[in-house]
């Protein structure tokens, strides 16, 4: 890890957040607290886990029920225009209004975030070029962009600020490998001097540009740790080899033995790829691998029990 | 800042001016003005032991923006204050397509015609107008326009980038009620134009004659209802919005046709500090205050559909 944790910018202390809906009141985040500098932070889960919700949070668009967040020692609470000021932020759900332009569509957020009309132009230009818009018919309006360019154009408003704190609800969802591989390297590029905060099913992408990673499980924070540390756990325990078919498919079955991994090998047989949670194979003949953070987030998952 | 009693003298003390000193250290605002609030409180010229360190030291740990951002500080307006204010109020223009206002302009030309050419044809005795009831087409029409304008700038609640927008530096009942503006401003002023239109060509009325009209005839129903509107919008969603202060509009309007006095159209003949103007502007205050919160509801409403 870099600097990251040695200068904290955004500290969370004990949040909470808790919905009542006709079937009584869920918890979607307890007890998280964590501390982000400059870098970039993965934050990573299952589906339902409160990555949304902390991420709402961290927005200020909704208010936690329990516990603080704190911007350079301010409460957000205590002024959360003030705070708004400071992040750039994509929702997980990101939607324009579909009759305006891109450049309009930026134009609107960009007086919403107190950005001059003279410089708003100029800005508009290069955060298109940045996330590789600046190529969009003018004329064209945002309810004929592809799902991909519609995420590219929710960064490009995240950027408009050049924020020092960066909020992104699975920014590579739904962008073809290409796209994704620019949206890393400009995420790894703008994490200097900006805390970047990103959730993500995908886990190569995690690998590629994490400085810290966050794993939310339930509500709760499961792991924080640099990548090195978040991988330590599965070293020993994931195990590669060819194995026969059938075997390969009682290993999909067995307790306690995660396949993240299986492409056919030859007639009858297949190279496996699996995740224990003990030290020793599940099968003679699989040798130990190194894990990657796939193998590493299974692993947690597998060490933290069935739910 | 002081300067008086200060051994030296303020000038010495400080020789760059505050605003290129703070364009020369690029901090944000807050950050900027605790500096300034460390140096003033500084006893003498030379600042103690450990001072400078400490404050370097501090400067160290808090982002320092990019070069966008440090433009931008200098440039722009930041939250709070009036000029803010009018900036936001103008940055909710662009929310309203051309088609809204063509739309709403052509709906009110319509209706001020069909008035016209009621009012005239009752003037030359061809038909009875108390056989309308008050209800003229353009008095019920322009509550209408308020009415699903209302919704129609609250459409981003369902299928738009509210979020964004709550994650910028202006607050969610700021946001509304400069939409709610927008849209009484445009309605009031067709309602002003149709007004001097039909009191020129079927009675010649003096200025305060056709005050009386615009407000009791047009703009307290227009107010109440663009309030109702506004209201449910934000509570329950924008076409919950639509149908409730349709349905409400339909019944007022109904009910004044069995009994006079009980509807909202009054006559323009009637004094405007009537009882019935009274009370829509009490309703109308209570409904803007309750907004206030509701707006506040559907971000949270918006965090636990997420959820």
């Given amino acids: 890890m870099r600097s990251a944790r040695s200068r904290s910018w955004l500290e969370l202390d004990g949040i909470g957040k808790g919905y009542a809906d006709p ?47 704190s911007w350079c020692g301010r409460a957000v609470a205590a002024d959360p225009v003030a705070y708004r000021d400071l992040i750039g932020y994509l929702p997980q759900d990101f939607r324009s209004y579909p009759d305006l332009t891109p450049a309009a569509f930026l134009a609107y957020v960009s007086a919403l975030k107190g950005i001059p009309r003279e410089m708003a132009r100029a800005r508009t230009e290069e955060v298109l070029r940045l996330c590789g818009l600046s ?38 969802s739904g962008l073809d490998p290409e796209a994704r591989v620019r949206i890393m390297e400009l995420v790894r590029r703008l994490s200097a001097g900006k805390a970047v905060l990103f959730s993500t099913h995908v886990l190569a992408d995690a690998a590629q540009v994490a400085d810290w990673v966050l794993a939310l499980d339930e509500g709760r924070l499961a792991a924080s740790s640099d990548p090195d540390g978040f991988v330590a756990p599965a070293r020993g ?30 007639p009858g047989r297949c190279r496996v790829r699996v995740v224990v949670p003990g030290a020793a194979p599940p099968l003679p003949g699989l040798q130990p691998i190194p894990p990657d953070f796939e193998d590493a987030y299974v692993c947690r998952r597998l060490l933290a029990g069935p739910s | 800042m ?40 500084l006893p003498s010229c030379e600042p103690p032991p450990g001072a400078a360190e400490t404050t370097v030291e501090w400067l160290a740990s808090v982002p320092r923006p990019g070069a966008f951002r440090r433009r931008l500080l200098a440039a722009g307006p930041r939250p709070g204050g009036l000029w803010w204010t009018l900036a936001v109020l103008r940055s909710q223009t662009r929310v309203f ?12 030309l319509i209706a001020t015609l069909v008035t016209l050419y009621l009012r005239l044809a009752a003037l030359s005795g061809r038909i009875d107008l ?19 304008g209302v919704s129609y700038a609250l459409r981003s609640l369902e299928n738009g980038p509210w979020e964004v927008e709550l994650s910028c530096p202006i607050t969610p009942a700021g946001m509304a009620m400069g939409r709610f503006v927008i849209v009484l401003a445009y309605v009031t002023g067709l309602s002003l134009v149709a007004a001097l239109v039909m009191g020129g060509r079927t009675q010649p009325l003096a200025g305060t004659e056709i005050l009386t009209a615009v407000v009791t005839t047009w703009l307290a129903p227009v107010l109440f209802l663009g309030a109702v509107s506004l209201y449910a919008s934000l509570r329950f969603s924008p076409l ?30 009637q004094a405007w500090l009537s009882v019935m103007p009274a009370a829509m502007l009490l309703a109308t205050v209570a409904l803007l205050l309750a907004a206030s919160r509701a707006a506040g509801q559907a971000a949270e409403r918006a965090g636990r559909a997420a959820a």
């Fill in chain 2, 97 to 108: 397509s051309f088609g809204f206002w063509a739309a709403a302009a052509l709906v009110s």
């Fill in chain 2, 130 to 148: 108390t056989a309308f009831g008050l209800a003229l087409p353009f008095g019920i029409i322009s509550p209408v326009i308020a009415a699903l």
């Fill in chain 1, 23 to 69: 079937f009584g009141r869920r918890r979607a985040l307890r007890d998280v607290s964590f501390a982000l500098g400059p870098g970039v932070t993965v934050l990573v889960g299952p589906n339902g886990a409160g990555k949304t919700t902390l991420l709402r949070i961290l927005a200020a668009v909704v208010r936690p029920t329990a516990g603080r967040v």
């Fill in chain 2, 240 to 269: 919950t919005g639509t149908v409730v202060s349709l349905g409400l509009w339909a019944a007022l309007l109904t009910a004044g046709h069995y009994r006079p006095g009980v509807g909202l159209v009054a006559d323009p003949g």
């Fill in chain 2, 2 to 41: 002081p300067k008086t009693g200060h051994p030296c003298g303020g000038r010495e003390r400080h020789p760059a001016p505050w605003p290129a000193m703070r364009e020369e250290l690029g901090l944000e605002g807050r950050d900027f003005d605790a500096v300034a609030a460390v140096l003033a409180a």
């Fill in chain 1, 237 to 266: 325990r994931v195990f590669g080899g060819v194995v026969e078919a059938a075997q390969a498919a009682a290993l999909r079955t067995a307790k306690g033995v995660a396949v993240v991994g299986q492409v056919p090998s030859g």
């Fill in chain 1, 135 to 172: 190529g969009l018919s003018p004329g064209g309006r945002c309810v004929a962009l592809s799902r991909g360019q519609l995420r590219l154009l929710g960064l490009a408003q995240a950027l408009l600020n050049d924020p020092p704190l960066l909020l992104l609800d699975e920014p590579t």
